[in-house]
Nanobody
Framework: VQLQASGGGSAQAGGSLRLSCVVSGRPVSNFDVGWFRQAPGKEREFVAVFRRSTNAKYYADSVKGRFSISRDNTKNTVALQMSSLSPEDTAVYYC????????????????????WGQGTLVTVSS
């Protein structure tokens, strides 16, 4: 299984970007897929997750109402639509896939994920 994240780039504050995570090797519906980010000098943090079984979505408080996660089974992809961006959103964004089944709160922890993409840089200027 491989994950390929793309779509990062530069944006002005208030702008939007759309990240994409393509899963290869197995159907994306076999996994819970999450997005994480790591800003310079900071620890990696949870951003959002798409649950395989219920199609439920969960977001970190810092992005709730601004970011939206979605899944496209035909393209084997999970996307993260980011709007109302602020400089605090500047980070390397990673997608990750979890094979085991956990309760939702466990999926906020990156150690629960089995496969990771390479990361894509998002830079937001004020």
């Amino acid at each position: 299984v491989q994950l390929q994240a793309s779509g990062g780039g530069s944006a002005q504050a208030g702008g939007s970007l759309r990240l994409s995570c393509v899963v290869s090797g197995r159907p994306v519906s076999n996994f819970d897929v999450g997005w994480f980010r790591q800003a310079p000098g900071k620890e990696r943090e949870f951003v959002a997750v798409f649950r395989r079984s219920t199609n439920a979505k969960y977001y970190a408080d810092s992005v709730k109402g601004r970011f939206s996660i979605s899944r496209d089974n035909t393209k084997n992809t999970v996307a993260l639509q980011m709007s109302s961006l602020s400089p605090e959103d500047t980070a390397v964004y990673y997608c990750a896939a979890s094979e085991r089944r956990y309760i939702m709160s466990a999926l906020f922890d990156g150690t629960r994920y089995d496969y990771w993409g390479q990361g894509t840089l998002v830079t937001v200027s004020s």
